[in-house]
């Protein structure tokens, strides 16, 4: 009877180390998100090392938006107004984003301050990395967060020349 105890223990003992190693075949993150790059190959081998990245998951629900305001225009811009914005990869089509954060202090290399918008994304067709124009201002006055069509790309920022004539910056969603 003693035997049959010890080899039902057993039994159970190995289940369970095989069920704590089926656990760690499973990732989960913290948040809902989408994986954007799987960084290691189906079945490779992988170890406890923390430096070692699987996969890299965004979370594309609300995106952020950074819009560089020119030293000029920073004053009027109100926090919670609305802004306007189109994406070359749905022309025609207009989103809209919540200004969320007025950083305190301006760039001293570009004399511009990098205003946040916050976007709902919830048919979450738009994606990180791409470069809004900034459609309506943000702001009471004529000329903040204002841009036409005439934009150029340099070094990962977008440069659009104003309907003033005033080069303006946006940076990437």
């Given amino acids: 009877m003693n035997a049959r105890q010890h080899a039902t223990q057993a039994a159970r003992a ?28 189906p079945g490779a081998l992988v170890g406890p090392n923390p ?11 609300t995106l952020r938006l950074i819009v560089s305001v020119p030293e000029e225009d920073v004053g009027g811009i109100v926090r919670g107004a609305n802004v306007s914005f189109g994406v070359p990869a749905y022309p025609g089509r207009t989103f809209a984003g919540t200004v969320a954060r007025i950083p305190p202090a301006l760039d001293p290399k570009t004399r511009s301050m990098s205003v946040e918008l916050d976007v709902t994304n919830r048919d979450q067709i738009l994606a990180p990395g791409m470069y809004p124009t900034v459609l309506a201002g ?20 977008h440069v ?6 005033r080069p303006r910056r946006m940076s990437r969603c």
């Fill in 51 to 61: 430096d070692s990245v699987l996969l890299e998951i965004e979370q594309v629900s």
């Fill in 138 to 157: 943000a702001q009471s006055g004529t000329n903040s967060l204002r841009a036409d069509d005439q934009c150029r790309h340099y070094y990962g920022t």
């Fill in 160 to 165: 659009c020349r104003s309907r003033e004539e």
């Fill in 14 to 41: 190995s289940a369970d180390a095989v069920k704590t190693m089926e656990s760690y075949l499973k990732v989960t993150a913290p948040f809902d998100g989408v994986v954007t790059s799987r960084l290691i190959h």
